[in-house]
């Protein structure tokens, strides 16, 4: 049996305030240098929700755009796609949504099932009825806020005595989370709101892929988190299973479910293993999720405000991809042709890259032009080359092009063509695991099906040392190929869907000869 | 003079650069003594 | 540059003193090498970590840099690292190293 790629969705949540009170950068800057310029000046370079819409990143990531598209433009040598404006500002695309600020909070409070997030009455009243309308929220989750809400005296209090954090709206304080305990640190306020933030914006992915796949929730019988946050109490601090607690207000009530953490690397950790679990029969529907994360949120804003470019890094991402046994018809996953970075491969860059990318198709008897379209780390160079991290994606292609020269497959004068014909250039927000590799999977699945590309490689890279366990790196890759129709599922596609496919194929050549003849 | 034979050593590889264990392997072979070596993320 | 890591320089050169410490750097860019190699003498020039105000002048290379390439054992180079020599900008990653080296550098 093989796994195949039903399909993905993508979500963004644009989220201004947790940006200055929430991401690292800032928080340990108001430690060390509470009277900091860089704090004055943030705030002036805050995006408003109009003009997170209209980036051409944002809406490459929710589907609107293709990574195509955003390859034609034109972008500005030094501020990149920063000042140039999409001709789609669709909060919704075929792939999610960006939602913004005062609706995602509500989706915490819907997720919070230990009373800690309390909102303020008059907030609720303003934005209930917005939130209600949002395509993906179901009336079991808006019917999870509560009727009763709280005085802002009280909020503001808890604040200010019971070590609650609190949660904002313009600089206005709306809310807050409660700690979930009065001594264990691992239940703390702060940790209760990144892990919240964590769940709902797996929450709306989970219903972002639900809907772009058109899958019956019910038919999903098991769900990976791979995001990089830690539930648990003062026994056991990453305890886990952000994938059930999801899934339980996503309402997939027939799944299980568990974690996987690898840093970057632990969607493809979890996309292999779902796809094992497909290929073994052991479930028929896996769904892979994560959520974003607040702590990176304007991370490298110090940089984006000295070099007068908006905080580019005020969104969380979100994913889910779904997973199925084979109906002869969707994109296949290989899971002969898994790149392992293994304890043993080291940390040179030729290494990692060797055993990501080199090994796994020679062991198949493929070269590295084998393979259509690569996708590894898809970071928005907006993002990162102000940062001094350079263009992420781009520095993997010169690798792997590196890599190829270095084997003997590729002529050192095709070098500077590699990465744009093998390659795609990074729209993902920085958000750790989102960025790695996965955001290519749904458009990976439309180029295939459409003929466009015949594969696509999907590389993840974990930064573990990181946790100061191990110096180790980490990677894990897998092929998407063109499913070849044979072998497929008993009862997998029936004969009236073939029918109906054939139906179609014909309908649309014979427009396609129509308009020729015209 | 050589400037690593004898030195003591502190490595600030980057994931996106040259990773510290990398950089960690080439100073050893130079008669440096390693004495820190970590690797920076700035994704 | 990271705040621990910070925290590691300034122990180390107090520890062996800074004439006998050299660190060697991995960026990805020339301006990122420059901000580490500035941090690492000058002290820390976004003035959030230990090194804020505090100019060790240390010796500082980044690992693609001719001067300490030449010391390295070829073949381990050549595995370890030389395959970046094509994705890094290196020449800008020089200029940016031998500019902070020669204002800040106090051992040379």
Known sequence: MKAVIKGAGYILVHVPDMVLRNGTTQTTERIVNPDSEYLKELPKHLRSFEEVCSYWPNQVYIGNKTPDDLAALEADKVRGWADLKCDVTDRYGKFGQIMPQQQFLLLMQACDVFDLLKLDAGFVDKYKAEFAENPLITEDITARIPETQTEIAEIERLVKEEHSEGLYMNDVLVGCIKRAHDIDVNLSAHVMHENIVSKASSVLSILAAVKSTGIDKNEVEYIIDCCEEACGDMNQRGGGNFAKAAAEIAGLDNASGSDTRGFCAGPAHAIVEAAALVASGTYKTVMVTAGGCTAKLGMNAKNHVEKDLPALEDCLGGFAVVLTADNGIDPVINLNMVGRHTVGTGAAPQNVIGSLVAAPLEKNGLKITDIDKYSPEMQNPDITKPAGAGDVPLANYKMIAALAVKNGELQRADLATFPAKHGLVGWAPTQGHIPSGVPYIGFAKDDILAGKIKNAMIIGKGSLFLGRMTNLFDGVSFVIEANDGNNQAEGGVSEAEVKGLIAKAMKDFAAALMEQAE | ?43 | ?108
């Open chain 3, 1 to 108: 540059m990271d705040l621990e890591n910070q925290k590691r320089v300034k122990d180390f050169a107090e520890q062996y003193g800074p004439e006998n410490v050299v660190v060697l750097l991995g960026a990805a860019e020339g301006e990122a090498s420059g901000l580490a190699a500035e941090t690492v003498t000058a002290g820390d020039p976004t003035y959030a970590g230990p090194l804020t105000g505090v100019s060790l002048g240390l010796t500082v290379y980044h690992v693609c840099e001719p001067e300490v390439k030449e010391e390295f054992d070829a073949a381990v180079y050549d595995e370890q690292v030389s395959m970046m020599e094509m994705v890094l900008d290196v020449d800008d990653i020089i200029n940016e190293m031998k500019s902070i080296r020669e204002q800040f550098c106090k051992y040379l």
């Open chain 2, 1 to 43: 003079m050589s400037i690593l034979a004898g030195k003591k050593v502190v490595i600030i590889g980057d994931r996106d650069g040259i990773p510290g264990l990398a950089i960690e392997a080439c100073a050893k072979t130079a008669g440096a003594e390693v004495v820190f070596s970590s690797t920076e993320c700035f994704v």
